[in-house]
């Protein structure tokens, strides 16, 4: 454990609980627990350089920042995650009338996924707590990032996905040997199968925003984007971090939206990024829980069946909707409704104009774009990155039906100049 | 151009070419053509540490080893292409009783697939010549690696794959808006077919082995294992290169394995690594062409139909074959062949002990890896390295076959603990 780790805080009543005292949400109230750091001392003794000049390009790297020790399998997929690439989208600038677009393409880690931050260190956790049984319930991406990441460990993976979950990311799972339960109904469901098997069974329960350490994960995406801009801008390479001015994450659960954030904020505190960016969230039209909420103006979420083929963002509720929520209004950001039709439009435009290959939900960043240029928390000059969370290769059958059809030849004669 | 490229040399007559005279094979005997460079002037001038201490971290970075002028299309995915991971694989080091495995993780590449490397370098070649249209025959990997590095740009990438080629594959062309036909027959008929497009249209032909700039994409995979090998080895990180023992490559057309040894040649030729490793070549015993060379002790291929489940390496007849057969023998190394059934084995042995999820094609490296320990051409001692060559999302089906099923549950009740 990172000795400046001061506890776990409750996002409703604002306890604070000792990390070895409590595992998942806040005992008073069932609210989401969030990290919280002895920020001062860090701010003071940690040198930002100690992490930009690590040869390591993990997310391990991070270290200081990140409440468990580095597991020690060097050169594996577990301690090699992370560092994925930062692309630029020229086409889209041009396009759009934008500055700059970048995009965060975390369809690139080893299981094809985002997922995969969040994966790795509950992997860590459980091996400083000499667990042997991970459980998760997912729409499929973070079920396949544990699956992967267990292999080759002694930590054995027990995932519940809903039946409609997509057969790639089945196959995902399945093939990395972990213990599979696909649960008739939604993802929703499948989170409260899991929970009850883990207060059972003595499992330990990775599933998103009820454990508290995804979010830990998912912020390191955070804390790459600030370096790898300052990289790129030579007259600031110095300072090691630079915030971009929107972040554009899609919304289900809410936790990579609240983890991305928790990275920037976390920077900002330690005196390392001059400004925080403004966080654009978007939802499946199909999964509207979380727009309903930010419409409210509230942090009060019904439960509504989600119908959307962006499986990845099928929320009927969001497990972490608070901090995400939260995340939006305190940067002065927005949410905006990504419909089905959109985000196959979506994920043809990304392939097309920018090269990248991902799935609906992750698609839901460009409509976005879009969106968000169009009712102004996007500016002309504004630098903008898109957090891109899953591969194409997840769901086949939404990337054939976006994309134009084959055509079919015999000879010479039926091909067109 | 790179000014030290000397020519094109034919495999078979010997004959160098001109770069800027001969666009494909060689005119006399249509042998495959091998861009030589003025190696003894780069040994004498060219510092190695101007390549390792280059912080572009794409394959790039070896240009002044490569034939061409890196593309200006800063942090787009075609500038970004390379560094895939080095994994080692310490659980199949411990069942195997082998000292050191490494795996090339090429599936983390853009497209998901080693062919990155040499669509890369075709497209900057036809950036150099002016060209708009490129064309490709491909059991799909190469063809989704054109299609997804020309997004973007002002090419068009037109497509030629056999019926049989998975869904997954289709998909990842299609979405980036590529003109796809799908040729009745086989990957050699779909390379007919292209090959007589080309010359009707004027398109420029990336056909592997065809086009002699593919090898010049692929060797920098060899580079790359070099410099991450030298890089783990303290005692040895000032030389900036180290050769392994032993490189496993499955072998369809044979020019992943051309390209691969050639890197190591010439690394060996500039006095930068200190000896070659020995290479081993997996084909499909179901596409037999190859190895039946193979064991004939010539380089005479026959035209066989294959029938393999792995789309990747189902060549009716080897398109690099001589190259692929010189590399094998004069390293000292061997050819293995791999049933359907032993290539989905290995592709759950590699998902459940190394956490790495590839095509059946892709996990022949392994079949490789036990065969090679079992005939004798890897021994205790031995670090080899498996060149991965493609994700198991493009083929979803043969996961689904390879591994165990999901049980469905409708309550607690039916879970085991």
Redesign the interface.
């Known amino acids: 454990m990172n000795p400046y780790l001061i506890g776990l805080r409750c996002s409703l009543c604002g306890t604070t609980h000792a990390p070895d005292e409590v595992t998942y949400t806040c005992p008073k109230d069932n609210g989401n627990l969030d990290a919280i750091y002895d920020y001062a001392h860090l701010a003071r003794y940690l040198d930002p350089r100690a992490i930009t000049h690590n040869p390591d390009r993990s997310l391990w790297r991070y270290a200081p920042l990140l409440p468990v020790v580095p597991p020690a ?6 301690a ?1 995650l992370g560092g994925s ?7 889209l600038e041009r396009a759009l009338g934008i500055r700059a677009v ?1 995009m965060k393409d975390d369809s ?1 880690l ?3 996924s985002f997922k995969d931050r969040a994966s790795a260190m509950v992997i860590a956790r459980a091996m400083e707590m000499g667990i042997k049984t991970i459980c998760v319930a997912s729409t499929g991406n973070a079920a396949a990032a544990l699956a ?2 267990c ?2 460990t002694d930590l054995q993976a027990v995932i ?2 809903p ?1 409609s979950t997509p ?2 990311k ?3 799972i ?4 972990a ?6 109904g939604s993802y929703n469901d499948a989170v409260a ?1 899991a929970e ?2 883990c207060r ?2 003595g499992w330990y329960n990775r599933s998103t925003g009820f454990n508290p350490y995804t979010r830990e994960g998912k912020k390191t995406a955070g804390f790459e984007i600030a370096e790898q801009l300052a990289r ?1 801008d030579a007259r600031r390479a110095d300072s090691g971090f630079r915030a971009p001015d929107v972040v554009i994450v899609p919304v289900g659960d809410g936790n990579i939206i609240s983890g991305v954030h928790k990275g920037f904020r976390e920077l900002h505190m330690l005196g390392w990024i001059e400004h925080m960016p403004r966080f654009i969230g978007v939802t499946a039209a199909l999964a509207p829980s979380f727009y309903r909420a930010w419409q409210s103006g509230g942090e009060q979420f019904e439960t509504i069946p989600s119908q959307t083929i962006a499986s990845g963002i099928g929320t009927d509720r969001p497990c972490d909707g608070v901090m995400a929520l939260r995340a939006i209004r305190s940067t002065g950001g927005a949410v905006v409704e990504a419909t089905d039709e959109e985000m196959l439009d979506a ?2 435009k990304l ?7 991902v799935e609906p939900a992750c698609a839901a960043a460009y409509v976005g774009l879009v969106k968000g240029r169009h009712i102004g928390v996007i500016g002309n000059d504004d630098e903008v990155v898109l957090q891109l969370t899953g ?4 769901d ?1 059958r939404s ?2 039906r ?11 004669a ?4």
Chains 1, 2 share one sequence.
């Open positions: 399998a060097p050169h594996t997929p577990l090699a690439p930062l692309y630029r989208a020229p086409a970048w690139r080893p299981s094809s992967a990441l292999a080759g519940f996905v039946e057969e790639a089945l196959a995902g399945l093939i990395h040997g213990r599979v339960y696909t649960v008739r199968l009850a098997a059972e069974f790129q994920m043809r392939a097309t104009r920018a090269g990248v290959f591969s194409g290769f997840k086949v990337a054939l976006a994309a134009d059809k084959p055509i079919r030849v015999e000879s010479l039926d091909v067109q100049p």
